[in-house]
């Protein structure tokens, strides 16, 4: 005899089943609180204590970590941690805070400083931190308290904030998402020839240095790579406001660059923007590369390009935009989006250049020209598609180098006419 039993029952209970096996489980009343890392505050590194007591107890934490490779969280607080200077970010150790770049700054409810994963600076003595090799900086702002945001005269030159190591080579290195407040230097990988850094990330990093230097390498090899940087003089607007114009001017007067590089093997620099800097970008003579996607904003010279060999120093620029229109010394002469002198070769591919007056700098409000063209060896130029505007001379091309080659094809000068040009001193 066979019996026929229903089917629904068993259906129902089949899918009851079913949702109580992919139901989670409720976590326990009392579960602790878990962070993925260590915080810096299980080493005792707090608001409240004295910049040489968070020295001490932070670099006791970074010792832990590298024999480990363990990341260290700075646990966000709504009082940054005072610290004095001469840390050192040891070999295999990264340092993590909450942040993404936060380019107006962050803020407190009731007090005029920001808030979040920050440190605050306390003296001018050391750099600040000093970089290892397979080290990483994520998250973090760094707050100079006693900076001056409007006497040029009270400006407090300390050392770069962020440093390579000139004891052990800093190779693989990881710099991101970082926010520097009143810092006079920012990240300064100008290494020694005999102690060279290599494969430096710099990705997603705001501020606005005082001595117009933000990030600076030398003798990297293996690459470097500054990606997606933004330096302005407001980035503490949310908290402090921004630097007065006195300030700005006296940075441009610095006659320095917000971005320089040299002794590099195929330097990549994507996603740059500078305010209120005499220069843009600096190439040095023993580089070569690729610069694309950027902009250059009120400064003298937007790029400075030189070439110590017709071999292997060549640049490949594009899809940028530069606006030159100041000079410390008020000379019209002075201002040139474009500076090339040396050797080697520079295309460059839908670069606009304009200008004009801005309000929070002292300026001329054009430049004398788009390209500025010196020296007396041998080099190469091709622009294609590149705007040219605001510029005082007749010809956009300043040529004083008799020994340059030149070609410019679809480009358009200031009385928006195309202009083409071949120059050949051989033929």
Known sequence: MIQMISSVPLIALFVACAFAAEAPAAP???????????????FQVLPTNDPATNKTNLQKAIDWASERGAALYVEPSPDPYPIASGIILKTNVSLIGAQGPVGRGTRHPTKPQPVGSVFAIADDKEPFITTEAATRLQGIQFWYPKQTLSDPKKIIEYPPTIQASKIHSAQGVTLRDLTFYGEFIAMDFNCPPGQICEQILIEDCYGYPLSGQFVRIDYCYDIPRILHCHINPANQRLFAGGFSKAVIDSVIARKTFAYAIDHTDNAQVIDVFTFGTF???????????????????????????????????????????????TSPDQKQEDIHPILIEGQGHTAITNVEAFSGNNPVLTNLAHS??????????????????????????????????PAAIIQAIGCIDKHEEPFNLIVDPQK
């Open 368 to 401: 004398q020209d788009f390209l500025c063209v010196r020296g007396d060896k041998k080099l190469t130029i091709s622009l294609f598609g590149c705007r040219m505007r605001n510029y005082t001379t007749d010809n956009p091309l300043t040529i004083e180098n």
């Open 28 to 42: 326990p009343a009392t579960e602790p609180r878990t962070i993925p890392m260590k915080s810096i505050q299980d």
């Open 279 to 325: 220069g843009g970008i600096h190439l040095g003579s023993e580089t070569y590369g690729q610069l694309t996607n950027f902009n250059f904003d009120c400064v003298t010279i937007g790029i400075h390009k030189l070439g110590g060999s017709n071999v292997n120093r060549n640049w490949q620029i594009a899809q940028g935009s530069i606006i030159a229109n």
